[in-house]
T-cell receptor
Framework: DTAVSQTPKYLVTQMGNDKSIKCEQN?????MYWYKQDSKKFLKIMFS???????INETVPNRFSPKSPDKAHLNLHINSLELGDSAVYFC???????????FGPGTRLLVL | DAKTTQPNSMESNEEEPVHLPCNHS???????IHWYRQLPSQGPEYVIH???SNVNNRMASLAIAEDRKSSTLILHRATLRDAAVYYC????????????????FGKGTKLSVKP
């Protein structure tokens, strides 16, 4: 029973394309997150979202947009992909500001 | 979130205890000390957290200095599976969502475990 799942696991695409990464959690959490881990292994928050509020890290380009069809899903849409978008993207969920977050296995995006 | 300082890397022998230090001299009264780890090619996973008192769980122990300016994650018997990057993170405890739930990761400590 995977708590936080992401699809696809690997994504290889060309510059300029638009792609989406899906995330689902079955933990009943009210808040979901997207993190980016670059080639130097730095993990940075991109978005946090619950049914009331979307918090966007100011460094995230507006080509990135989270979409939440329901509380259990937070998908990441990326428009006009660039080489620098190549990274591992992790989805996570938690109970808002409380305690632990649970991370998905990551999606490895390679932009050629 | 306040910053933390950790050694870049540490080595341990299998089945020996490991003490991973973390300095957080600018910690505030509302900051909880969280530890996460990231095994190779996996997402981060929660290890332990605490506020003032030492904490124990099935994975590890967390020893918090009396002045809360430093803490130590203790793995009682390291196994090969414990080889990972360990992150010490300060997080404000807050009910509800928003940016206070975000985890601000530093560089962490890369732990190597030798058989």
């Amino acid at each position: 029973d995977t708590a936080v799942s992401q699809t696809p696991k690997y994504l290889v695409t060309q510059m300029g394309n638009d792609k989406s990464i899906k995330c689902e959690q079955n933990l009943g959490h009210d808040t979901m997150y997207w993190y980016k881990q670059d080639s130097k292994k730095f993990l940075k928050i991109m978005f946090s979202y619950n049914n009331k509020e979307l918090i966007i890290n100011e460094t995230v380009p507006n080509r990135f947009s989270p979409k939440s069809p329901d509380k259990a899903h937070l998908n990441l849409h990326i428009n006009s992909l660039e080489l620098g978008d190549s990274a591992v993207y992790f989805c996570a969920s938690g109970r808002g500001g409380r305690e632990t977050q649970y991370f998905g296995p990551g999606t490895r995006l390679l932009v050629l | 979130d306040a910053k933390t300082t950790q050694p870049n890397s540490m080595e341990s022998n299998e089945e020996e205890p490991v003490h991973l230090p973390c300095n957080h001299s600018t910690i505030s009264g509302t900051d909880y000390i969280h530890w996460y780890r990231q095994l190779p090619s996996q997402g981060p996973e929660y290890v332990i957290h605490g506020l003032t008192s030492n904490v124990n769980n099935r994975m590890a122990s967390l020893a918090i200095a009396e002045d809360r300016k430093s803490s130590t994650l203790i793995l009682h018997r390291a196994t090969l599976r414990d080889a990972a990057v360990y992150y010490c993170i300060l997080k404000i405890y807050a009910v509800g969502g928003g940016s206070q739930g975000n985890l601000i990761f530093g560089k962490g400590t890369k732990l190597s475990v030798k058989p």
